[in-house]
């Protein structure tokens, strides 16, 4: 019995399609660019139409997640002021900033723009704490175990993949081959764990990835 929930949803998407065309690369819809390949990459977006509906894939390496939990963690463990922020007090109004106005006429006058104030000392101070935190976790890592994985939801005007995977994208080529990749995951051609098996990226990864972006920074610092 087919579920009429799913059945909306793809009618949704192929009606999306037909009236939002898709500029497409080789059958491929690559929004990023990419100048310099020497880098290690991070994550990326990528779209093909499979079966007359839009997939868009939304890949992240798992040094990118690790990266983010240590975001995540140096926020966390740093404690937030009781005050406050400028920010908070510029979007409420508290603190209007200052403003930027444009003549319309020989008596008229419209705001059209507003400089946030400078934050107080107070949450300078955070923002240097939670920094060099991150800095010291980036140095040491982190307890944490990343696996590969993928998760498909049904959007209305897509089938949106999303995937951790320890791959490489660093230009077109790359791109068009984690479209592939996801293609067959879709179709069930293969599966996650049979592509990557028994897959985790840890803390001896991100340390020996921290040194190579170390070597070459200093690389690229001395390159003519």
């Given at each position: 019995?087919?579920?009429?929930?799913?059945?909306?949803?793809?009618?949704?998407?192929?009606?999306?399609?037909?009236?939002?065309?898709?500029?497409?690369?080789?059958?491929?819809?690559?929004?990023?660019?990419?100048?310099?390949?020497?880098k290690l990459s991070w994550w990326d977006d990528?779209?093909?139409?499979?079966?007359?509906?839009?997939?868009?894939?939304?890949?992240?390496?798992?040094?990118?997640?690790?990266?983010?939990?240590?975001e995540k963690q140096a926020l966390a463990e740093?404690?937030?002021?009781?005050?406050?922020?400028?920010?908070?007090?510029?979007?409420?109004?508290?603190?209007?900033?200052?403003?930027?106005?444009?003549?319309?006429?020989?008596?008229?006058?419209?705001?059209?723009?507003?400089?946030?104030?400078?934050?107080?000392?107070?949450?300078?101070?955070?923002?240097?704490?939670?920094?060099?935190?991150?800095?010291?976790?980036?140095?040491?890592?982190?307890?944490?175990?990343?696996?590969?994985?993928?998760?498909?939801?049904?959007?209305?005007?897509?089938?949106?993949?999303?995937?951790?995977?320890?791959?490489?994208?660093?230009?077109?080529?790359?791109?068009?081959?984690?479209?592939?990749?996801?293609?067959?995951?879709?179709?069930?051609?293969?599966?996650?764990?049979?592509?990557?098996?028994?897959?985790?990226?840890?803390?001896?990864?991100?340390?020996?990835?921290?040194?190579?972006?170390?070597?070459?920074?200093?690389?690229?610092?001395?390159?003519?």
């Amino acid at each position: 019995m087919k579920n009429l929930h799913y059945e909306q949803r793809r009618r949704q998407m192929r009606e999306y399609h037909r009236q939002h065309p898709w500029r497409l690369d080789g059958g491929f819809y690559i929004p990023h660019a990419y100048p310099d390949p020497k880098k290690l990459s991070w994550w990326d977006d990528v779209g093909f139409i499979l079966n007359g509906r839009r997939v868009i894939v939304w890949w992240q390496h798992p040094r990118w997640v690790y990266y983010d939990a240590i975001e995540k963690q140096a926020l966390a463990e740093v404690p937030v002021p009781a005050t406050p922020s400028t920010l908070e007090k510029f979007l409420s109004g508290q603190e209007p900033g200052q403003k930027t106005w444009c003549k319309l006429g020989r008596s008229r006058k419209k705001v059209i723009s507003a400089t946030m104030p400078k934050s107080s000392d107070e949450w300078i101070a955070y923002y240097d704490a939670v920094n060099a935190l991150e800095d010291e976790l980036m140095r040491t890592g982190i307890a944490l175990e990343v696996a590969a994985s993928m998760r498909v939801e049904q959007l209305k005007w897509a089938t949106g993949v999303s995937l951790i995977l320890p791959i490489e994208v660093l230009n077109k080529e790359d791109v068009r081959a984690l479209a592939a990749l996801a293609k067959r995951l879709l179709k069930r051609e293969t599966t996650v764990a049979d592509e990557f098996p028994g897959y985790v990226y840890r803390r001896e990864q991100w340390l020996l990835e921290a040194t190579f972006r170390e070597k070459r920074r200093r690389t690229d610092e001395t390159a003519p």
